[in-house]
């Protein structure tokens, strides 16, 4: 681990059976687990290079159990890691040695559909694919797709804001949210929100969304759902040059088409998903787009013949259009498998997430190839292209001493480049532990002061997930401390009127 | 009162710590076209706003604006619809609500956060903000969000800036998402239903797939009023009105089988193009109860509520007091203009709206009503408190529209 996590509290630590028994007090039975072998499949999430044993697991099932744990861990001063289904790409899960790891699984139970309405009340640790199949029958999605969506919850969906491939279109998970029940580590059960389309007061449930469980526990969530679209249909389209590519995606949004999704692959990303899944990939092209646009049959036919006049128009060397479901779902078999390609290529691999501004993929591009030579680390790209979201996979092989930490290393890099080519460290997956410490290279210390003030707000003492998102933990009490400036002549510079 | 009219994000920061070193609240405002909105505030300065005017850059193709916070909205939405762009949310335009001039800033529409009535297919001001330049009660300028339409970098701060009515932060420059405005558009109009009927039939056309934008209807007693947009309808029934918007060939598609989808709440005409949009600006702007016309007088509440609850809410609201209602966002939303009282019948309204399990802003009433009146909604003691911790950790001496959000902190 390349990481420093906040050091362990050995108080807490000498403690560890008095805290189990306590917790075994609130949530019988088999909802705590202490042995470390049963303890193993908590010690990491989706960001497998980092593993730590928890103090203990506990698996709450009602939201007063787990109200009653935070209080207990709140007057104990314990800390605490709420986990969903574990699936974070940014180690949002990682335990502490020292802490309780809350774990959500036994939220299992979607509590009301309201079709009327247009939403679903579900507990957290639903899955964010078993929401929008519990509403299939009335014709009806739940618009944020993960990639994960089989396995991640909705619970982990507002923690990390996911998004997906057709966020592009339908927007990411903060903007397909109503409402929740969150507890605070105080114990005290917040409801924010509910059915009505907006919040009243401050935007607490935007807050909340994003926020990497650093806020509150999320024991209830009112989501959102859309219709289905009529119908979908998929372009796909192969450039001889990346710019060509950069420039179609620019092209077509700047016609004023919003396409479902819209993914870009360099060539060894093509070359790899190709070799998988056989999805008919053009081998001889260094960028390929897969573009689909969905609405009713008679829109989305007219927008697939304009998008095709655009991409002719950008020199594109193989355009072809999906003419059933199965052609459809072949041309995102290949996007879709990337990732688990790439890791049949390479013994291990790195996932980024930086954004960049769409215009800027080219130059990104070339960077990374630069830094690719640099580093001498292979890398395949794929791209969320319509919002110029870059997962750049950096190929390395752990079992070579040094070489995670060169791909870290890399990968850092490639963050800071989408930074100064005016993007951010993470569109998707969050800054968790793996980009805790790059937060400087885009906000200084008084925007971060001013984010941790806001934790401040829900946790003042710190207990939720630290070791996440921030590099500097500073006291509440520091942070909120007022400079006054200057003498007490009002306003001396400023033209008066 | 002093005016301290400032130029840049330094003069912010200069005039937020003065502040700060001589306890005096401030007031900030762009245009000052929504100063009648809230608690009556006491603060002894403005923080005027307005120079900060610039467009600092507008790429079109990367559906972004970034403009100083007291850029002109006329200014800025002249501007992208150059480029055939708009802000989906469609801000409410206010003036004729609140019987102001037609003006108003970049700042103060998303300090506002009114979102029109595409709201409930593209989301509020809040989905459409996505960075910002701000300056704190602490009188330091920080940054949220970024100029990407895709960041969970940190916390979304953008989201608590949106519909904070200035009271956590003085928002200097702000980058926007804007999206292609449709090539044409269609609106769907039912004559004559009830409210709980409508209620009904704009819950099937948004249940349905062929992506309605605006689920509104108005009542035949509002429609009295005289308003751009709707003097074609008359008075004599109320109007159900649902937009399609997009390529033409698909907007006249989905009209056509929306229509037949809803035969059974009667024949739908169909208006189109301009005089849709004219439609939908008035709906937008709460025309039938401007300052100016028959309702002029009277408080307008904005009620915001599950949407297939509107419609008995609003009949229930209209019997019990009187008074007139208008329905968007297919139920979700009520502007109710209620008879004159010293308590705009709050009490009243607030007990049938929580009951409904929605929430009211008094968005319109005289200076002494809204001293006696909770003008944003009261809420639960927990979730009120934790409001306040998050105002305080960007404001905690109360210096930015000091008591403008409650009314137990105003004085």
Not at chain 1, 445 to 465: V, Y
Not at chain 2, 61 to 85: F, H, R, W, Y
Request: proline content about 5%.
């Amino acid at each position: 681990m390349t990481i420093m996590m906040p050091a362990s509290d050995q108080a807490v630590l000498a403690r560890r059976e008095a805290i189990v028994a306590a917790l075994r007090a609130i949530v019988p039975g088999e909802g705590v687990i202490d042995s470390p072998a049963e303890m193993m499949p908590y010690e990491s999430d989706g960001l497998m290079a980092y593993r730590q044993p928890p103090m203990v697991v506990v698996l709450p099932d009602t939201t007063e159990q787990v109200s009653k744990v935070l209080k207990y861990c709140f007057d104990e001063g314990i800390k605490v890691v709420p986990r969903g289904s574990g699936t974070s790409l940014s180690g949002g899960a990682l335990p502490l040695a020292d802490g309780v790891l809350l774990g959500l699984g036994k939220f299992k139970r979607i509590r009301q559909i309201d079709f009327d309405n247009r939403l679903v009340v579900t507990e957290p640790g639903v899955t964010n694919l078993a929401i929008s199949q519990a509403v299939a029958h009335g014709g009806f999605y739940y618009a944020p797709d993960p990639s994960s969506q089989i396995a991640c919850s909705i619970g982990g969906n507002i923690a990390e804001n996911s998004g997906g491939v057709h966020c592009l279109k339908y927007g990411m998970t903060t903007n397909n949210v109503l409402g929740c029940e969150i507890v605070l580590i105080t114990g005290e059960v917040i409801r924010i929100g509910g059915k009505s389309p907006e919040t009243d007061g401050y935007d607490l449930m935007g807050i909340i969304t994003g926020s990497e469980g650093l806020l509150g526990v999320v024991t209830e969530v009112t989501v959102r759902i859309l219709q289905k679209p009529e119908t979908a249909r998929a372009l796909m389209v192969g450039f001889a040059q990346v710019e060509a590519a950069g420039q179609c995606v620019a092209d077509i949004i700047g016609a004023g088409i919003i396409p479902a999704g819209m993914e870009m692959m360099d060539k060894p990303a093509i070359h790899a998903a190709e070799a998988f899944v056989h999805a008919g990939y053009p081998l001889d092209v260094e960028a390929l787009l897969i573009i689909e646009i969905d609405g009713p049959g008679i829109e989305v036919d007219e927008l697939i013949k304009r998008v095709e006049a655009i991409a002719l128009r950008c020199g594109s060397t193989i355009c072809q259009i999906s003419n059933s479901e199965q052609e459809r779902n072949l041309f995102w078999a290949g996007r879709k498998a990337a990732f688990p390609a790439v890791g049949r290529i390479s013994p291990d691999y790195l996932c980024m997430d930086g954004t960049i501004p769409r215009g800027a993929l080219p130059q990104a591009l070339a960077r990374i190839r630069d830094l690719s030579e640099k580093y001498g680390l292979g890398v395949a790209n794929v791209f969320h292209a319509g919002d110029g979201n870059l997962h750049p996979l950096i190929l390395y092989d752990a079992n070579r001493p040094g070489e995670m930490a060169k791909a870290e290393a890399f990968g850092a890099d490639i963050l800071r480049c989408c930074v100064e080519l005016g993007g951010v460290l993470t569109g998707e997956h969050g800054v968790g532990v793996e980009k805790r410490d790059l937060m400087p290279d885009m906000f200084s210390e008084i925007d971060l002061n001013q984010q941790q003030r806001l934790k401040c707000a829900f946790d003042a003492q710190g207990l939720l997930n630290p070791g996440k998102v921030f590099p500097t933990l500073h006291r509440c009490a520091e942070l909120g401390r007022v400079h006054v400036h200057g003498g007490r002549l009002a306003f001396p510079d400023i033209p008066r009127f | 009162m002093d005016t301290l009219k400032v130029r840049d994000a330094a003069d912010v920061e200069q005039v937020v710590r003065s502040a700060i070193a001589s306890k005096q609240p401030l007031e900030i405002i762009g245009h000052g076209s929504k100063r009648q909105v809230g608690q009556p505030m006491a603060t002894n300065a403005l923080l005027d706003l307005s120079a900060l005017n610039a467009v600092t850059s507008y790429e079109p193709n990367e559906l972004i604006v970034t403009v100083q916070a007291g850029a002109p909205i006329a200014d800025v939405l002249s501007l992208i619809d150059s480029k055939n762009q708009q802000f989906a949310f469609e801000p409410m335009n206010t003036a004729a609500l609140l019987g102001t001039p037609e003006i108003g800033t970049i700042g103060g529409m998303i300090g506002a956060g009114l979102a029109g009535p595409r709201r409930i297919k593209a989301g509020g001001v809040r989905d459409h903000l996505l960075g910002a330049h701000a300056v704190s009660g602490f009188g330091d300028s920080f940054k949220a969000g970024g100029k990407v339409v895709k960041n969970v970098t940190g916390y979304d701060l953008c989201k608590l800036l949106a519909g904070s009515w200035g009271t956590l932060a003085v928002m200097t420059e702000v980058t926007l998402k804007v999206m292609p405005r449709p090539e044409s558009e269609c609106t769907l109009v039912l004559r004559g239903l009830d409210d709980l009927t409508a209620n009904r039939a704009m819950t099937a056309a948004l249940g349905s797939p062929f992506d309605v934008s605006g689920a509104a209807h108005l009542p035949d007693s509002a429609l009295r009023a005289s308003a751009d947009g709707l003097t074609s309808f008359g008075s004599q029934q109320a109007v159900t009105l649902l937009r399609l918007e997009g390529i033409a060939a698909s907007v006249a598609h989905r009209a056509a089988v929306l229509g037949k989808a809803l035969a059974q709440f009667g024949t739908a005409e169909t208006v189109d193009d301009a005089a849709s949009a004219a439609i939908w600006v008035s709906v937008r702007d709460v025309r039938p109860f401007a300052a100016d016309g028959i309702f002029g007088a009277r408080p307008v509440w904005r009620i915001v509520c599950p949407p297939a609850a509107g419609g008995a809410l609003g009949q229930q609201l209209s019997r019990d007091t009187g008074g007139e209602v208008i329905y968007d966002w297919g139920g979700g939303l009520i502007w109710a203009a209620l008879p004159s009282r010293p308590d705009a019948l709050a009490a009243l309204l607030r007990q049938r709206v929580n009951a409904a399990g929605g929430h009211a802003t008094l968005l319109r009433a005289p200076e002494e009503v809204r001293r006696n009146v909770d003008v944003f909604h009261p809420q639960q003691a927990g979730l009120a408190a934790l409001g306040e911790r998050v105002r305080h950790s960007f404001d905690p001496k109360r210096i930015l529209n000091r008591g403008r959000m409650r009314r137990d902190s105003s004085t």
